[in-house]
């Protein structure tokens, strides 16, 4: 079964906007990642903030962890047309077996130039 | 090499027939996922290998499907008598078990059509 729900299912927006994609999941969990991919094929990882973290920055990106909400947001600041792509947020439970991820159905953005 | 990869790329098969999709997880990586990705589907997990632990194959969807990893790095996932539900893009990811925890390289997949 799917734990992270990601909104919105789609955006579209122009180049330079910022981009805000929003993740909530059911469990409690060790950590929370954002993946990119694009053209329906391997996944990048993007960031990790684990779940005594509040926020984490990297590059143009900035992810926030709320647990007691059980969501995460994921900005993109001046976007560009290469952010285009699906963007998947995914939850841990820890180490071992719990290490696997448990996915969202992603979020498809399309930046217009 | 530098990353994960997967083979084959792509693999049309019939009804019926077996297939195997093959993994090759970045040198020195102990853990090792298998993942799919269905049409409108978010990911599912398949399995998880970590060294010479039992696999975790909680995710298997049917006995139709068993993987293994020889010597502790390749992988092979193999579906038997493949269903059009089978359709499918395979993802192989691997990590390390200490160190940075939680972060996933995946390979670029197997898409695999069932007809």
């Known amino acids: 079964s799917q734990q992270g729900e990601e909104d919105p299912q789609a955006l579209s927006i122009q180049e330079g906007e910022n981009a805000t994609m929003n993740c909530s999941y059911k469990?409690?969990?060790?950590?929370l990642q954002w993946y990119r991919q694009n053209s329906g094929r391997g996944l990048v990882h993007l960031i990790l903030i684990r779940s005594n973290e509040r926020e984490k920055h990297s590059g143009r990106l900035r992810v926030t962890l709320d647990t007691s909400k059980k969501s995460s947001s994921l900005l993109i600041t001046a976007s560009r047309a290469a952010d285009t792509a699906s963007y998947f947020c995914a939850t841990s439970r820890g180490v071992g077996a719990n290490s696997k991820l448990t996915f969202g159905k992603g979020i498809t953005l399309s930046v217009r130039p | 090499g530098a990353g994960v990869s997967q083979s084959p790329s792509n693999k049309v098969t019939e009804k019926g027939k077996d297939v195997e999709l093959r993994c090759d997880p970045i040198?020195?990586?102990?853990?090792l996922y298998w993942y799919r990705q269905s049409l409108g589907q978010g990911l599912e997990f398949l399995i998880y290998?970590?060294?010479?632990?039992?696999?975790?194959k909680s995710g298997l969807p049917s006995d139709r499907f068993s993987a293994e990893r020889t010597g502790g790095s390749v992988s092979t996932l193999t579906i038997q008598r493949t269903q059009q539900e089978d359709s499918a893009v395979y993802l192989c990811?691997?990590?390390?078990?200490?160190?940075?925890?939680?972060?996933?390289?995946f390979g670029p997949g197997t898409r695999l059509t069932v007809t």
């Open positions: 469990t409690s969990i060790n950590n």
């Open positions: 290998f970590q060294g010479n632990s039992a696999p975790d």
């Open positions: 990811a691997s990590s390390l078990a200490r160190g940075r925890l939680g972060e996933q390289y």
């Open positions: 040198s020195g990586h102990t853990a």
